[in-house]
């Protein structure tokens, strides 16, 4: 269990590095507010670790934690944030699903109350009198 706390500092600094560059085109692309939610929850749980696994390397640098607490600490807290982004995957799943059939359910009451407007004609309206009529 030697390296580990070096590792998961290189393992989650890299996904920061691949991250950051990603962040404008995947800010653009959102279409909900369920996937802007998503996009700056891995943002910050990556960029949070990051500087969580320097800060443990640095106080064991300075051996102010004993060598072994450090590794120990980071695989805990690694074990801890794939149970938790399996949960946050798990929620966020119904929570897209009810996302996209409200916006689904938003689009044919708008072609509906479109498609009412646009076909009715002027002269099928109530109180409406046909030119003919009134001669």
Request: with cysteine; charged share 20%.
């Amino acid at each position: 269990m030697e390296a580990v706390l070096e590792r998961a500092l290189v393992l989650s600094l890299g996904k920061l590095l691949v991250t950051l560059p990603l962040l404008r085109s995947a800010l653009r692309s959102v279409s909900s507010p369920v996937s802007f939610c998503c996009c700056c929850l891995l943002l910050f749980t990556d960029a949070v670790l990051t500087i969580f696994f320097s800060s443990l390397l640095i106080l064991r640098q300075w051996q102010l934690i004993a060598p072994s607490a450090g590794d120990i600490i980071a695989q805990r807290s690694l074990l801890f944030t794939c149970n938790t982004y399996g949960a946050v995957f798990f929620l966020t799943l119904p929570e897209i699903v009810v996302d996209i059939l409200i916006r689904h359910l938003q689009l044919l009451e708008t072609d509906d109350h479109c498609q009412h407007h646009d076909t009715k004609r002027p002269d099928d309206t109530p109180g409406f009198k046909h030119s003919k009529e009134n001669t």
